[in-house]
């Protein structure tokens, strides 16, 4: 591995690893607050960054946090998750005022010999990850402890060559991290012009009330200018309420195995996302993704063609709503996961769900939301075109980066350069 690079055991190149095994609020002699410093957890280490909402908001107080970290998190630093699961990586970028929770370990290195984003990457590559999992021990769930971790060989080319690689690697990231964030804007966005048209109806609000509903004109007539009565409380007069199941139909997907998949570009999906890749498709895209069974009622927008699995439905509008934006955002609106089946594994009721109420707003707005609501979306799935791609440069140039098949030339040009 390296070719002709040194290669050392991980505790000859940290300063510190924070280990806070066992450390809980009450041991400290306090407990969990509403608000304060975040305590963060393995569970939050996702896709090779810190996602702080795949994981229980828990937080301590001031005084609990400086006993909690007596060596706080700064930049450059990396997390390490040591079991369940074991190995995942995720890099400081920003000094933060987390609490390292259950099953996770803080890296800080010793500059002068180990880059810290370097590490990171090198413990996604095949050979570091092979080690670090060989020390692994437990039965049910594979884990790590610290003096291990401590044993775990590195590469160690030269700094210069260190920060260039993760500079390159870094860039990728980094991108894919931008047009992971501006993905998150888009979609708020056409969630907040649903919610104001179609819940909150503040087009309709500002004319019955004579203020300027900030709108284009021709879009602004599209609105009435009065409330009326129904079943749902006041809705704007024209509109209509309908059940959910006037509106679409939610037809079975199919079952296929992970064997039983061929290499394709058809994305396959279950009901918690994307799960694979095929060579058929099964419904025309875009389409709606709805959960069925194991996580019931999260619905999914794919912009392409796809083969939805048997654990999920896929939606199919109807004549009466053609608008498969407008229907995405109103499912999201209902809560589909308590319409469950009665079974052991949790699962949505179509036919409850289909007696669902939803409000129905004229033809024309719906055709303008769809126009709207699909060029956001667009923009979406360009990034995540991108992202893929960028992703998958990264993964074919990190293995060679990290074991020296592929060499950075003038590494101390090209650090000085960027830096």
């Known amino acids: 591995m ?30 969990f607050v509403a608000h ?12 090779r960054r810190v996602d702080l909402s795949a994981d229980e908001p828990r937080f301590v107080n001031e005084a609990t946090y400086r006993k909690w970290m007596k060596t706080p998190l700064l930049h450059d630093d990396v ?23 259950q099953r996770l370990f803080g890296i800080r290195t010793k500059k002068a010999r180990l880059y810290g984003r370097f590490l990171f990457y090198a413990f996604q590559s095949e050979h570091v990850r092979h080690d670090l999992l060989s020390r692994a021990t437990g039965t049910t769930a594979q884990g790590i402890r610290q003096t291990e971790l401590r044993l775990v060989r590195i590469p160690l080319p030269r700094v210069e ?25 888009l979609e708020a966005m056409a969630r907040a012009l649903f919610k104001s048209w179609f819940v909150d109806f503040d087009p309709v609000r500002a004319k019955a009330e004579g203020r300027d509903p900030g709108l284009p004109n021709p879009l602004a007539e599209l ?55 095929h060579e058929e498709r099964l419904a025309v895209g875009p389409g709606i993704v709805v959960g069925r069974k194991g996580n019931p009622g999260i619905a999914t927008w794919v912009p392409t063609d796809f083969f939805p699995i048997d654990t999920t439905f896929y939606v199919l509008p109807k004549p009466s709503c053609r608008s498969l934006q407008f229907l995405f955002h109103a499912l999201q609106t209902h809560d589909l996961a308590s319409l469950g089946a009665d079974s052991a594994v949790p699962g949505l009721n179509r036919n409850l769900a289909y007696m669902s109420a939803q409000l129905l707003p004229t033809e024309s707005l719906l055709v303008q939301f769809e126009r709207l609501a699909s060029a956001l979306s667009r923009r979406v799935n360009v990034e995540n075109d991108q992202s893929r791609t960028l992703a998958a440069l990264r993964d074919t140039l990190l293995p ?6 592929m060499r950075v030339k003038n590494a101390e040009r090209f650090v000085g350069a960027v830096t």
């Open 161 to 185: 060559e260190q920060r260039a690689i993760a500079y390159i690697l870094g860039t990728l990231d980094d991108k894919i991290e931008l047009n992971r964030r501006m993905n998150e804007t």
């Open 400 to 405: 060679k980066l990290i074991s020296g098949d």
């Open 2 to 31: 390296a070719g002709e690079w040194l290669v050392a055991p991980l505790e000859e190149l940290v300063d510190d690893i924070v280990d806070r095994r066992g450390v809980t609020p009450l041991k400290l002699g306090s407990d």
């Open 36 to 47: 304060g410093y975040r305590v963060i957890s393995a569970k939050a280490i996702k896709g």
């Open 223 to 277: 609105f009435p200018a009065r409330l009326v009565d129904s079943e749902l409380g006041e809705i704007p007069e024209g509109w209509v309420v309908k059940k959910i199941g006037d509106l679409l139909e939610l037809a079975y997907g199919k079952a296929l195995k992970a064997e039983d998949r061929r290499d394709g570009n058809v994305p396959v999906y279950g009901s918690n996302g994307q799960v694979g890749w």
């Open 79 to 101: 997390i390490l998750t040591s079991e369940a699961p074991l190995g995942e990586p995720a890099y400081v970028s920003d000094d933060v005022e987390w609490c390292l929770g």
